[in-house]
């Protein structure tokens, strides 16, 4: 009997030391556990919440071709790196951007101008801005048309019909033709507000071209034409003229002196979401401001020395 007590005690002796053994690895599992989740609290963060891996959705951005070469490269990033997304960009004119936008019929307005510059206040009222860089333009001719530099009253009297040759502005015996952006385009506007002072009706003869792209092509073919360009489409296939004097060079345009630019804008409506939230985001990062925006002609932002209003004002 003494011997089965002995047994029994022996027994629950050896059953209680394994029950200390579990609760002692377990113990050890959670303190181990513990600190290893400390220092790495974004990486299962990241695995339950992928930001990127969770967008999805399409995207249409409408309007602005002077933005478009920038919109487009960015977006094709953004696609590879979200392949659930789908991201659309059309041109027509900064003017069709922000109707569209208003709406509803485009989920992004591409725009060279202030809302409010092309719709009505209430219209505008209903759209966020969201500046994603500075473009700047140039007046562009054929590289026969002997001239280098014009003053602000030389280009209003080309583009009023005044000068109708380029040798009354100590250019070639040329004749002078203007190529044109229709009324929607927000590079006119901006053209005519910073370059000419005001808005000018199209003279005889002129050409009026709804791309940036086909303006360059034309007056790159064209003996005595004269246009105007974003900079991101500068090539050595047309001549960019001085303004005033001041070069069109990126340090002129963030130093304030070379007055004919203007903000890219990106304009939703409402705050934006899903998709069009993360495209945008995407769009503020160092990798496309310090990148895409600088290596395709556009200046960030916040390299700018000067600041503007939308009725043009500098502000500090």
Known sequence: MKSKKTLFGTLTLSAMLALTACGGNSGSTAATTEPA??????????????????????????????????????????????????????????????????E??????????????????DKAAELVDHQVAVVAMATV???????????????LDIFKGTVTN????????????????????????????????????????????DSSGTVKQIVADTKGAVGYL????????????????????????????????????????GEPDGATKAFLDYFMTEEVQNADVTELGYIPVSSMEVKRDAEGKVIQ
Do not use: C
């Open 37 to 102: 989740a400390t220092g790495t609290t974004t990486t299962p963060a990241a695995t339950e919440q992928p930001a990127e891996a969770s967008v999805s959705g399409e995207i249409l951005a409408v309007g602005s071709t002077a933005l478009q070469p920038l919109v487009d490269q960015v977006g094709q990033e953004f696609m590879a790196n979200n392949p659930d997304v789908v991201v659309q960009v059309q041109g027509g004119g900064s003017g069709t951007g922000l109707t569209q936008v208003s």
């Open 104 to 121: 509803g019929a485009a989920n992004i307005g591409n725009s060279d101008v202030f809302a409010e510059e092309k719709l009505d206040a």
């Open 141 to 155: 001719v054929n590289k026969d048309a002997g001239v280098t530099n014009l003053t602000k009253q030389q280009l």
């Open 166 to 209: 380029w040798s009354e502005v100590g250019g070639a015996d040329q004749k002078i033709t203007i190529v044109n952006r229709p009324s929607s385009s927000g590079t006119r506007a901006t053209f005519e507000k910073y370059a000419l002072g005001e808005k000018v009706e199209n003279v005889p003869g002129a050409i009026e071209q």
């Open 230 to 269: 974003a900079f991101s489409y500068l090539d050595d296939t047309v001549t960019a003229l001085s303004y005033d004097g001041v070069e069109p060079k990126e340090e002129n345009v963030q130093s304030g002196d070379y007055p004919i630019w203007a903000y890219e804008h990106m304009y939703t409506k």
